[in-house]
């Protein structure tokens, strides 16, 4: 199992919390995700066959791109 936590600095409110939840969640393979509102975190656990770089790219593509 892997795991992340990133800042999404698009996230602006619980639309947008529940909107990365929802997303994130259908991706195949991610087990767990918690969006925080007010610190615009995000952690993310997953394993095969979901990658880093398919997080990274679902999220760039619904516009709440993580920053490093
Ligand atoms: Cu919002």
Redesign the pocket.
């Known amino acids: 199992m892997d795991s992340k936590t990133f800042l999404v600095p698009n ?6 919390v529940r909107t990365v939840e929802t997303e994130l969640s259908e991706l195949k393979g991610v087990r767990a995700v918690k969006a925080n509102e007010k610190t615009k975190q995000v952690k993310v656990e997953w394993e095969g066959p979901a990658t880093w770089t398919a997080i990274e790219k679902l999220l760039t593509d619904i516009d709440y791109a993580p920053t490093r």
């Open positions: 996230i602006s409110c619980g639309h947008c």
